[in-house]
């Protein structure tokens, strides 16, 4: 790439890349047999079940309603009987409301269109697609999975005139949206079209970070016979796929502090957020599987998997032919916004973009030392805060001092922590700070 | 010379006086009376500022006592728990009140998920901060009610009155307790409690918080209790309740008979302070060898494959690239 590439401009790391997978074709995982879908997949109110014990299900029947505005609705991601309705582990390892359904066969709703072929007419108009968007669960597959809907209704007053498209993926070792995008470029780019038509822009642009070329080629290829679609390579920079990273980077707009994109006219959806559109609206089929890739230093075989939601992360690793045995921790997530795992029972849910197994020897944190005030936190933070003020604050209980810092604007990207010399966990103290600041903002509104 | 003298003497003499004049007249007119027994219960309060009365000092202390003594003749519901009842007689005395006893109460940690009875499944590396802690993850023996032994009721007290006991990763209160309350505020998991500090100093209380039915909360510590409802039934006295597979007792109805004890059979229910029994061993404490084995039962269903594995548990892990 010659000339200057575009970027955002404050702040940002570059950890190194290890794309391990990216060249592993995505493969159709087989179905496990016991399915654990827990009812808080998404941001906002967990979901609530319409299930009983004992019922048989069937792949894609609608077995939880959204709780809430915000919230989304589950559909069975397998065919079989419910065995329970109680609390699973999730990831974090307490105990939270979910289902248990025992596999049987793969008996799909006939509803669905299970055709490979590829379906270019946008028949529904844009009140109906944002409908079917709802009723079919569809959450960002980027990791926040905030409910898709409720970002394509603006609220009044505010219009969009640019829809951006998150291909980024800037996290180390992840590779799932880089093969949905070699793999499902025609859907994605329908996909796009779709919400373009719901938001009524008229212009969208895919982003993707240099590290990519056959993906931005082969986009950029196809995107030639899609009308205002472009696409965007962009400078490979941590964490480049912040949705107000990506705003600045490709349109050069900022979002204002503790506003949401729409206040600057733009909608951001991630890659794999637009093909699960195109398969809701043109197939009918909602969000019951997703790209995960399984990868790590040590891993045999780094894989990218097409998996059902409420798959066990165990059968993943088994799949990518075991768990090696140098394995320290296994991280949900990529090794940069990623959480560890506290059991291999949990399963992938909506927003499971990877499973990445680190060895002893990486995951190993050093021993904490003093703030020598070096500011390189600071240098890094892409939202230009000052982490180790922040972090000060909210360990020694001043979370006056953390909110009028904007500690609530922290996207938890952790380029702090990844830079700081002397290993303190600035990020620990940051979300420690968010949560409690957070807490307080709402007790102030009631 | 003279004269200059006395006209500067006499000038700022007479501006003096009629400052001193108005001075006056404002003083007067905008006095605020403050009841001279405020300092007075000021003087007598321990000077803590700990906040364990509910009000931000003694000072704020004193004035809502003072105040209430005027209005009501009483000072119920107000008590200062570090300065106890000496120092509240002391204040009763400069009120004219009478004050009634108030069973002085101690910090008792209801948690015995030390390393032994629920040994670490997962290895956590995050910052040393219960708060944190709790928001993130479980816990390192899998107990998502338990002591997450990061000492956030260390940090919050100001008596020196909690430790952490480095061999069970539990906290430990000692004598200098004054039942502040600090700590139990500071406790995400709520486990740490305010109970009579009681007879000669005996205490029985239910030492587990798990609210889980009995399989789960069993897998994950050897001394959970597990709702079995042994206890409410041998208790003579309803002092016991059991909501949601967990035992509580209830230090006003308790007669301190240990019989709860003798039943319990995960050994949930402590005893402190109290003669050993004769026919039967002396209760044993935290880390006992029959509880080894079962722990190491739990250590089988650890998640990996590989026994020596363990997981980490940190918010964002940091990546080292060179190995």
């Known amino acids: 790439m010659t000339g200057r590439q575009k970027t955002f401009t404050l702040g940002g790391i570059h950890p190194e890349e290890n794309k391990l997978s990216a060249n592993a074709p995505i493969e159709v995982l087989p179905l496990p047999k016991q399915a654990i879908i827990p009812m808080g997949q998404n941001l906002g109110a967990p979901s609530k079940p319409i299930v009983n014990r004992g019922d048989l299900v069937k792949v894609g029947q609608l077995i939880a309603e959204a709780g809430g505005f915000i919230s989304a609705n589950i559909h069975s991601p397998v065919s079989g009987k419910v065995l329970k309705i109680d609390n699973v582990p999730d990831a974090s390892g307490y105990k939270r409301p979910g289902i248990v359904i025992n596999v049987e066969g793969d008996e799909w709703e006939e509803s669905i269109d299970r055709s490979v072929e590829i379906k270019e007419e946008i028949e529904l108009d844009g009140k109906e697609i944002i409908e079917r968007v709802k009723e079919k669960g569809l959450v960002g597959m980027g990791g926040a999975t905030f409910p898709t809907f409720v ?16 291909g980024v993926e800037c996290e180390p070792y992840l590779t799932s949206d880089h093969r949905l995008m070699l793999e499902k470029g025609k859907e994605i780019l329908i996909g796009t079209k779709i919400l373009m038509k719901a938001l009524k822009v008229k212009k969208a642009v895919i982003g993707i970070e240099n590290n990519k070329p056959d993906a931005i080629n082969h986009i950029n290829e196809l995107a030639k016979g899609y009308e205002g679609i472009e696409v965007q390579p962009l400078k490979v920079q941590y964490p480049q796929g912040g949705e107000k990273q990506l705003i600045k980077a490709a349109l050069n707009r900022e979002v204002p502090s503790g506003k949401l994109p729409i206040e600057v006219g733009c909608v951001v959806q991630n890659v794999g957020t637009a093909y699960a559109v195109y398969e809701a609206v043109q197939k009918n089929k909602p969000l019951i599987e997703r790209v995960v890739t399984v990868t790590g230093k040590a891993v045999r075989k780094p894989s990218n998997f097409m998996v059902r939601v409420g798959t066990p992360v165990q059968e993943l ?8 045995e140098s394995t320290g921790k296994i991280v949900n997530g990529g090794p940069m916004m990623g ?18 197994l680190m060895q002893e020897s990486e995951s190993r944190r050093k021993p904490e ?13 892409p939202m230009g805060l000052e982490p180790f003020l922040l972090a000060k604050a909210a360990k020694v209980g001043r979370f006056d001092i953390a909110e009028k810092e904007l500690v609530m604007d922290c996207i938890e990207c952790g380029s702090c922590q990844y830079t700081c010399p002397a290993s303190i966990p600035l ?9 409690m600041v957070g807490a307080i903002i709402r007790n102030r509104k009631k | 010379m003279d004269n200059i003298v006395i006209i500067a003497v006499t000038a700022l003499g007479g501006l003096g006086l009629i400052a001193a004049v108005i001075l006056y007249f404002i003083a007067s007119k905008f006095k605020v009376y403050e009841d001279p027994r405020i300092d007075e219960v000021e003087e007598a309060l321990p000077s803590a500022n700990c906040g364990g009365c509910g009000f931000p000092g003694c000072r704020a202390f004193a004035e809502a006592t003072v105040k209430e003594a005027k209005e009501n003749k009483s000072i119920e519901g107000l008590n200062c728990p570090v300065g106890g009842n000496d120092v509240m007689q002391e204040v009763g005395k400069i009120l004219g009140l009478e004050i009634e006893q108030q069973a002085p109460l101690i910090a008792v940690v209801r948690c015995n998920g030390s390393k032994t009875n629920s040994p670490a499944k997962i290895n956590y590396e995050g910052a040393t901060s219960c708060a944190f802690a709790h928001a993130l993850y479980s816990g390192e023996g899998g107990c998502q009610y338990g002591c997450l032994g990061l000492g956030d009721c260390v940090d919050a007290c100001d008596f020196d009155a909690i430790h952490m006991n480095p061999e069970t990763g539990l906290p430990v209160v000692n004598d200098k307790c004054t039942a502040c309350g600090a700590c139990v505020e500071a406790c995400p998991r709520d486990i740490i409690e305010l109970r009579k500090r009681g007879p000669k100093e005996r205490r029985i209380f239910v030492s587990c918080v798990n609210k889980e039915k009995g399989g789960p909360a069993k897998k994950n510590c050897a001394v959970a209790c597990i709702g079995c409802g042994k206890c409410e039934k041998v208790c003579n006295f309803d002092a016991i309740t059991i909501t949601s597979f967990l035992a509580y007792i209830d230090f006003e109805k308790c007669t301190l008979c240990r019989k709860c004890v003798e039943v319990c059979p995960t050994d949930a229910i402590w005893e402190v302070n109290f003669k050993p029994r004769k026919p039967k061993l002396p209760k044993v404490d935290a880390t006992s060898t029959k509880e080894v084995t079962t722990g190491k039962k739990v250590v089988e269903t650890a998640p990996t494959e590989n026994s020596k594995q363990e997981q980490n548990k940190e918010g964002v892990p940091k990546e080292e690239n060179k190995e």
Do not use: F, H, Q, W
Request: glycine share 8%; net charge positive.
């Open chain 1, 339 to 356: 959480k560890a795992l506290t059991s291999l029972e949990v399963p992938v849910v909506k927003g499971s973009s990877g499973i990445l």
């Open chain 1, 427 to 435: 990020l620990d103290y940051l979300r420690l700070g968010k949560s």
């Open chain 1, 151 to 166: 970002k394509l209704m603006p609220p009044p007053g505010k219009v969009a005139d640019y829809l951006l498209i998150n």
């Open chain 1, 369 to 381: 030392s003093p703030c020598i005030r070096c500011s390189k936190c600071t240098y890094v933070c």
């Open chain 1, 317 to 324: 690793i088994d799949a990518a032919e075991g768990l090696p």
